[in-house]
């Protein structure tokens, strides 16, 4: 009986061997395959990742050259502003300067109704060839006054039209 039993035990002994070396295998083999997954799972990610960081890199490149040229747009419209705002004040300083030397005199059309004042001097109304109205020269003070007033509205004319043309760029409304 002892020989039976030994031969028993071997032969359980050897069924556990079987067992736990087939339990080995087959854990081995499921972490190997789990591990491929995630290998698989790790790249697929790694990939998006990757697609979602180069995709922020070529929107902020395109942000970075649509601002680019907006300043660029900006440079360019403040020097043609500046251009046409100086050529206007240079126009007023010349004008001004005209009435200032007697070279040039302004006029306004009198009403029918209209005599002199102190602030124009009345001309006689011509008759003949030129029709229209008779017309009355302005006071120099007076003029430069009128000049300077409408410099400052040319001005601010300019000035508008640059605000415009610049809310019409950024928002994109051309």
């Known amino acids: 009986m002892k020989i039976d039993a030994v031969k028993w035990g071997g032969v359980l002994l050897a069924s556990l061997a079987l067992m736990a070396g087939s339990a080995w295998v087959a854990w081995e083999w499921q972490a190997n395959a789990y591990g491929q997954q995630l ?29 680019l040229a907006l300043e660029q747009w900006l440079a360019a419209s403040d020097q ?20 200032a030397t007697a070279d040039l005199r302004l006029s306004v059309q009198l009403d029918a109704a209209t005599t002199g004042s102190d602030a124009v001097q009345t001309t006689t109304c011509t008759s003949g060839v030129v029709h229209g109205a008779c017309r009355a020269q302005l006071n120099p003070a007076h003029a430069q006054r009128i000049i300077g007033i409408t410099g400052d509205g040319d001005q601010g004319l300019i000035a508008l039209q640059a605000c415009q043309a610049y809310a019409q760029e950024v928002s994109g409304a051309k």
Do not use: M, W
């Open 39 to 67: 290998a698989v799972k790790e790249a697929a990610y790694q990939t998006e990742r990757t697609d979602l960081a180069n995709a922020n890199s070529a929107q902020i490149l395109a942000e970075q050259g649509k601002r």
């Open 80 to 99: 043609a502003n500046y251009r046409v705002l100086s050529n206007e004040k240079t126009k007023q300083a010349r004008l001004r300067d005209r009435l």
